[in-house]
């Protein structure tokens, strides 16, 4: 509030309206428009402006300047050349002086604060780089460039939005990506899947697929086939990583998503090859999480699914499916997918409806047992090594595996 001091009974306070004109509204004048004939004129007072005083400007809250010369309003001229000063060329009164403002005016050319410096603008920095990196992408940028960049997004559809939800966008758009790998070895040949993950030709896989190969054949998606190399290997997670020994140009790169957001009963998309039917795709829904499967680690074990049922052997619940697991085992957490799995998916992608890459496909439970002449197909119970683990386990592969 913006007050006005005097000397006690120095001043009169007639009501509005009386013709003295003290009082304008609600806020008071200074100094009287007119004098009443009657009233008595004090000596000291100074002669009254020509014109009436400028009003107070309120700027911000809580301060209050007066405005500059020309106070009449007409761009700094006073009527009759009367411009210049608060009070159109008159003496600034004395009870002008006397004026108390609550703040500081502000200055006619105000300079903006600086930014602060020190420990706050850092941590306002860092909390916007956090934000920018996590309101986007999960995996983000590797450390890597150029060929062996991969692509990872948590919000961003790959899939045409004339066909996003639906399983034929999604199988249009990932399928490129998805190749049927054929790993040979003393044991004899093994069939598999694996999902290209960048341009320079690396391929994600099961380790069981690829497990003690002496050589592995990759066949694309278009129908040509290259050779490929083990760049490194991951038992205890059954990952593998391969790349094309000459990779073409013009590779379809799948999209690593999130697997920490997926739901059950959320939409899923399986691709693979499975008993070398390159390209087939097939949906249902993620049926639970955090399954504990626990697979073999023996090379040997890795090229029976070339041989007796084709079915790669896994242990659930203290429970031995698909043939002996063997001596050497790893357990690991697996999405549950009601998406039909045959020999021959592992290694291949269970995707969402975005288009992203959600899972490994490494494991699939069969009601035929080890005397029957011909495998079972899927009866709905198939598991996925999160992408994620993928993910956190891909620089130990590019250096070599753990294997190593």
């Known amino acids: 509030m913006t007050e006005s001091f005097r000397r006690s009974g120095e001043y009169e306070h007639p009501q509005q309206g009386d013709g003295s004109g003290y009082v304008q509204g609600d806020e008071q004048s200074a100094y009287p428009r007119q004098q009443h004939a009657s009233s008595p004129v004090n000596p000291e007072w100074p002669p009254p402006p020509a014109h009436r005083p400028a009003q107070p400007v309120a700027v911000e809250p809580g301060t209050t300047v007066w405005p500059g010369p020309g106070g009449n309003g007409n761009g700094g001229h006073g009527d009759g050349g009367q411009g210049?000063?608060?009070?159109?060329?008159?003496?600034?009164?004395?009870?002008?002086?006397?004026?108390?403002?609550?703040?500081?005016?502000?200055?006619?050319?105000?300079?903006?604060?600086?930014?602060?410096?020190?420990?706050?603008?850092?941590?306002?920095?860092?909390?916007?780089?956090?934000?920018?990196?996590?309101?986007?992408?999960?995996?983000?940028?590797?450390?890597?460039?150029?060929?062996?960049?991969?692509?990872?997004?948590?919000?961003?559809?790959?899939?045409?939005?004339?066909?996003?939800?639906?399983?034929?966008?999604v199988a249009s758009a990932v399928s490129p990506s998805i190749v049927e790998i054929s790993a040979t070895s003393s044991a004899g040949e093994a069939t598999g899947s694996g999902v290209i993950i960048t341009t320079g030709g690396e391929i994600i896989t099961n380790n069981h697929v690829i497990s003690g190969a002496s050589s592995i054949k990759v066949q694309l998606s278009s129908g040509k086939s290259y050779t490929a190399s083990v760049v490194g290997t991951d038992s205890a997670k059954d990952l593998a990583l391969i790349k094309l020994d000459d990779a073409p140009s013009g590779l379809k790169t799948a999209t690593l998503g999130d697997s920490a957001g997926v739901q059950v009963g959320d939409e899923v998309v399986a691709i693979g090859?499975?008993?070398?039917?390159?390209?087939?795709?097939?949906?249902?829904?993620?049926?639970?999480?955090?399954?504990?499967?626990?697979?073999?680690?023996?090379?040997?074990?890795?090229?029976?699914?070339?041989?007796?049922?084709?079915?790669?052997?896994?242990?659930?619940?203290?429970?031995?499916?698909?043939?002996?697991?063997?001596?050497?085992?790893?357990?690991?957490?697996?999405?549950?997918?009601?998406a039909s799995l045959n020999p021959g998916n592992s290694g291949g992608a269970l995707i969402d409806m975005n288009g992203n890459i959600?899972?490994?496909?490494?494991?699939?439970?069969?009601?035929?047992?080890?005397?029957?002449?011909?495998?079972?197909?899927?009866?709905?119970?198939?598991?996925?090594?999160?992408?994620?683990?993928?993910?956190?386990?891909?620089?130990?592969?590019?250096?070599?595996?753990?294997?190593?």
């Open 358 to 404: 959600i899972g490994i496909n490494s494991a699939m439970y069969s009601a035929a047992d080890a005397t029957s002449s011909s495998s079972a197909g899927s009866v709905g119970l198939g598991f996925a090594i999160p992408i994620n683990t993928v993910k956190s386990d891909l620089a130990t592969l590019r250096a070599g595996g753990s294997d190593s």
């Open 273 to 338: 090859s499975p008993e070398g039917l390159t390209g087939t795709v097939t949906s249902g829904i993620v049926s639970a999480l955090n399954r504990d499967v626990t697979v073999s680690t023996d090379e040997s074990q890795g090229q029976q699914q070339g041989g007796g049922n084709g079915e790669w052997p896994f242990e659930f619940g203290g429970q031995q499916f698909n043939g002996d697991t063997g001596s050497s085992t790893t357990t690991y957490k697996a999405l549950q997918t009601d």
């Open 84 to 169: 210049g000063g608060a009070f159109g060329g008159h003496p600034e009164p004395a009870g002008a002086s006397t004026a108390v403002l609550t703040a500081e005016p502000v200055p006619a050319h105000h300079t903006p604060k600086k930014r602060a410096k020190g420990p706050l603008a850092l941590l306002a920095a860092v909390a916007i780089v956090a934000a920018a990196i996590g309101g986007g992408t999960a995996y983000g940028i590797q450390e890597l460039t150029g060929n062996d960049t991969v692509s990872s997004s948590t919000s961003t559809s790959v899939v045409p939005t004339a066909q996003k939800g639906t399983v034929a966008g």
